[in-house]
Each structure stands twice: as C-alpha cells, then as structure tokens.
C-alpha cells in the first residue's frame, strides 16, 4: 500500500462542515419533533452488531458491510441499517411489552462502497418503525408519517411512489406456476431490467394473454386508477386482496390529504426478499437518489426468533439535505460582536441579551482577528463596541 | 436538472446520429442536422431535450446519479458498469455482438495462463465464470486486437460489428458471447418526477421500432 498522506479517509467517509452541519441539524430536528409528536419514542442501539445476527438480517447487501472481528473471533458489523437491531430489541428485551411498539431513531449507519466515490459508506438516517400492528392503517401511519416529515423538513417537492410485493407475487406466480420462475421474473424487476423481462416472457410457452397480463405489469405506474387496471390482470385471492389494501391505503392518505404528493407504481421491488407487502420510495425533484424508502416486512422479526409484524420508514439525512441544500441560499450567521478590550462588558451585556432572544452571537476582539471587514461578512448583523466613548467602558 | 427539459446523455458518433434519427421518427422536432461542434451540452427546447454528449462508457454513469434523465447506452457498456438505471426499451440500433477472438494457431493447451485481453474485465470474469473458466484479464483501452498479435493474451474479448477489424487482423472468432444493441435508460427518481414526459417518450420510440421491425 502507498504510504497516506494525513488528509486521507476511507472510501465514502465524508465531515460534515459548520455550514451544511447546521442545516443538517435544523432538518434532523425538525423530522425529530414531528415524529414524536406522533407518539413514537426514540431508541439507541449499539454500533457494532453480530454478523450472524444483525448482518444476516439486514436488507444490505453483503458487500456492502463493513466487517471486523472480535477478540473471540466473532464477525461484527458496524449496522448497516437500523430496522435489523430494532427488530433484534422488539423479539427480545421488548417482547413482553405491550403492542404496538412505535419507536424511532435517528442514526449513522454505515455501508461499504467498493466502486468509487459519490456515494457516503457513513450517514444518518432518521426513521420509525412500528412493530405488532398488521393493519393498513398501520402503514397508511407510517406513509403519511413519513410524508409529515419530509413536509416539516422544508424540502420544497416531493414524491412517494407506493407498490405492493404481495401483488407482484401473486400475478408472477398465478402466470407462472411456481415459486422458481416468479423469483426469477421478480429479480428482473428488482433489477430494473424491463428489457430482459420482455425478451424472456416473449420467449415462455404461454398464451398470448398470459403474456400480455406481463406485459401489461410494466405499465402499472401512475394515478389512483392504475389499481382498477391491475385488478383485470390478477384473478387470485392474494393478489386482489393486496390491491384491497392499497386502495384502503388511498382512501386513507386521502382523509390526511396527502394524495397529490403521491403516486402508485406496482413494479416497484426494492429488495428480492425482505418486504412482504406495501413499499414505498420517496423522491426530491432535483435529486437523482431516493431521500427515504420504507414498507412492511412481516417476516424479518421471524429470523429473531419471534413472528410478529412490522413496519416503517427511513429517510436519508444526507440525501435530504443535500434536495434542501439545492433549494436554499447560503445561511448567513445571525450576529457579531466585535469589541475592544475596554468595552467587553458592554459587549457582554449586548450578548446576554440577544442570545435572550434566541440569536446567535459571536463575540470577537477586534486584536484577535487579521481582516475585520472579511471576517465580518459572514455575519447578518456586526456591532461595533471599540474605542473608549465613556459609555460604561470601564477598564481593569 | 432542469424542472421543463429532459435530459438525455447520448455517445458521442454514431450511435448518437442512429438514436437522432429513431427521436425525429418519433416526431420530436429535432434540427436536421446538430452542427459538428466541439459542444458538450446541446439544448433543443423545441423538442423539451437538452443532449449532453459523453463517452459511450459514462452514459450510465450520468443517468444513475440523476445529472441526466435518460439516456443511449449499449448493452455492453451496461452488463460491464452495473448501474442503478431501469433499462426501459430495446432500441435495437447499432446491433453487433461480443465475441471471443484469439490468432488462428490458437491451441489451449499451449496457454502459460489463460490471459485475455479486453476493453470489458467485468463482462468478461462474469462470463467465463458462467463457463466454468477461471481466466486472468488484462484491461485494455482500445486496439484490443493488437493484444494475441504481439503476444500479451492469447484471447481477446471485444465488440464485433461485422467482423472487419478481426479479420483485417488476421484474428478468427472462437465463440460468440451474446448480442448486443443499444437500450433506452432511465434515472429511478427521474422515470417517478418526470413520468409524464419519459412515459410519452418511451411511448413514441416503442412505436417507433415496433414499425421498423415489420418493415424488415
């Protein structure tokens, strides 16, 4: 290895300035306050996880994990995400508690980049996850919650794209047949691949109308009647009853007037095996990345050794500040104090009081710093206390 | 991004003139000819398109981090850089395929190490491991076909249009690997906030060359 010059991190490690730090935190807050204010109660987990454990559970592609060992040769991982060790929390110390369980974190999680730069190994992610709940009420509370916090967080536009994997499953496998060859369509989808998805139903011995109900799986995106659409091309109970869902979910982010924000898109698959009904991405025009993403993953608390159901959501703080930084001007800082020696306590006094007010309040002597006029622009407001004008500037 | 145009990354050559022409059959209003300027970044709000011009192996790149919507990208150049992108429609323009080549006198078992030289080491190490081969790769920029003539890999695996430059070479295909056109794709976020426009799009090219596959 070459030797490292003493500026260098690790692939995808990133600090974060004063500047985009403080509107980093003002986002965090905001999603914060809105969160609890559902009634959702925040929770810490520890950085380091079992690989078996945590690891394995995880949506995060094994690639992806950052892995070391421990002094008894365990793997860990740093968390790659924060669903897996609440859930790890809610199968077991928080097992007898009553449910539903609403809780919420706002975290670093950490995945490993491999190819190049652009993309963060390391960044925060606030979310919710609500544990015990099957109904679709339970998800419309986590979608609608998810879209009340991207609204508090001051991102201009937004977008939320919901699906459904149940409905996926049951059309793949009621044109299908089997398990085999749904995981295989399904994996084109995942992939995004709607080339390859033609060229190989174009291939399958089916019936012209088998093949179009496929055909026509792709197009499923859009308004409110894209669900009216995929109910002639599904006959099964499954998946009628995920197109149930979905509308009551409509109906539902209706009542919180939420519909224009939002469209559907049955093709969307986030992961090959990890949700098992209603997901959801979200979106910031301008930004070419999802912000957050979230859904319900039954089976997940299963490998935890506790069947229960669950849903959440989880928003990028980096991404998000990143739509917002785009909408937003340069913050200029709130106020400067620059005094001399023989003023400081009226310059102190003036302090007391504006940071009474809930400013922020720099105080500078003026023989600390080399260019006043650059140093001074930062600031919205500068005020001068140099000189000795008799004003209560008493010296030692 | 611009909110009212879409952004399209195009190669710079041929397959931009090819994908130029599909785009006016598709009644976009397009200027008959894009004069032969050093440009990068060409704007047609007529048409709602601004074109930025790229190597043909960055196209992905661009529409994945969302600076461009969609994009023309071979099939080669997508298989090699694996990118979050939907890949929305087959264009089938600039249709060739990748092959295996190596000189006549060839013989496997004459191999040091089975070196193979190629402008595609992530395409290549994922095919020959499908075959059941472990080979060791050589990455190359161009003139690939240079590689088995001096000597560096017995092997090459490259793009094959008509099979000139093999030939020219004095090269013979030993195995041909899959065919390759140029596909349509699309940014995740772009193909959700921009539906509209990208759906009418896809919509139109999909006629498009659904015309010209009956006229052949």
């Known amino acids: ?396 | 991004m611009s909110k009212d145009l879409i952004t399209v990354a195009m190669p710079k050559g041929r397959i931009f003139e090819e994908a130029v022409e599909l785009l006016k059959k598709a009644d976009y209003p397009l200027p008959p000819e894009f004069e032969e300027s050093r440009k990068l970044i060409i704007e047609v709000p007529e048409a709602g398109m601004r074109f930025i011009l790229a190597k043909p192996m960055d196209v992905p790149t661009y529409v994945e981090h969302g600076v461009a919507d969609v994009g023309v990208a071979g099939k080669d150049v997508m298989i090699e850089e694996k990118r979050d992108i939907y890949e929305v429609l087959d264009l089938k323009i600039s249709a060739c395929y990748m092959a295996v080549a190596s000189l006549p006198s060839y013989n496997p078992k004459s191999e040091v190490a089975p070196k193979i030289a190629s402008k595609y080491p992530n395409l290549t190490s994922e095919y020959f491991r499908q075959q059941g081969e472990q080979v060791e790769i050589i990455k190359l920029n161009g003139s690939i076909e240079l590689a088995p003539i001096i000597g560096l890999a017995d092997r090459i695996v490259d793009i094959v249009s008509t099979g000139q430059t093999l030939r020219e070479n004095g090269l013979v295909e030993l195995e041909t690997m899959m065919p390759i056109t140029s596909r349509f794709i699309v940014n995740p976020v772009s193909y959700r906030t921009k539906s509209a426009q990208i759906d009418d799009m896809v919509d139109r090219l999909a006629e498009v060359i659904a015309k010209g596959e009956n006229n052949q």
């Not at chain 1, 291939?203 to 009216?228: A, T």
């Not at chain 1, 005094?339 to 504006?354: N, T």
């Not at chain 1, 622009?377 to 008799?390: K, L, S």
Request: proline letters at 3%.
């Open chain 1, 1 to 396: 290895m070459t030797k490292l010059f003493m500026f260098e991190k690790p692939l995808g490690m990133r600090d974060t300035l004063p500047e985009l730090y403080q509107l980093k935190r003002q986002v965090k807050q905001a999603i914060s306050t809105e969160v609890s204010q559902w009634g959702y109660e925040p929770i810490e987990t520890p950085t380091l996880e079992f690989y078996e454990t945590v690891g394995t559970a995880s949506a995060i592609l094994d690639q992806q994990l950052f892995k070391l060992l421990d002094q008894q040769g365990n793997t860990l991982v740093l968390r790659p995400d924060m669903t897996a060790p609440i859930a790890r929390i809610a199968a077991s110390t928080l097992n007898k508690e009553d449910r539903p369980l609403r809780l919420t974190y706002d975290a670093p999680v950490f995945r490993a980049q491999q190819r190049e730069g652009g993309r963060p190994a390391e960044f925060e992610q606030v979310g919710v996850e609500l544990i015990g709940d099957q109904s679709n009420s339970a998800d419309a509370e986590v979608i609608s919650l998810m879209m009340a916090s991207l609204e508090r967080s001051g991102v201009q536009s937004y977008q939320i794209a919901i699906g459904h994997i149940g409905f996926v499953n049951a059309l793949l496998k009621e044109v299908l047949g089997n398990d085999a060859r749904t995981d295989h369509f399904r994996r084109y989808l995942y992939e995004k691949n709607y080339v390859g998805f033609r060229k190989e139903v174009e291939q399958l011995p089916l019936s012209s109308i088998d093949k179009r109900r496929l055909y026509d799986l792709l197009r499923l995106k859009g308004g409110p009647e894209v669900i009216e659409k995929a109910r002639q091309l599904v006959e099964s109970k499954e998946g009628q009853a995920a197109l149930d869902q979905l509308e009551q979910l409509i109906s539902v982010l209706d009542t919180y007037e939420l519909a224009d924000q939002m469209m559907i898109d049955l093709n969307l698959v986030m992961h090959m095996s990890y949700y098992t009904g209603t997901v959801f991405e979200a979106y910031s025009e301008g930004l070419g990345y999802p912000v957050g993403s979230g859904g319900r993953y039954d089976q997940l608390l299963d490998q935890f050794d506790h069947h229960e159901p669950a849903t959440g959501f989880g928003l990028r703080l980096d991404r998000l500040t990143e739509a917002i930084g785009k909408e937003k001007d340069a913050l200029l800082k709130d106020t400067c104090l620059i005094f001399s020696h023989d003023r400081r306590k009226e310059a102190m006094e003036k302090a007391k009081e504006l940071r009474g007010t809930g400013q922020s309040v720099v105080m500078q002597e003026l023989t600390g710093v080399q260019n006043v006029d650059a140093y001074s622009a930062q600031f919205q407001d500068v005020i001068y206390y140099v000189g000795t004008n008799g004003n209560g500037g008493a010296s030692q």
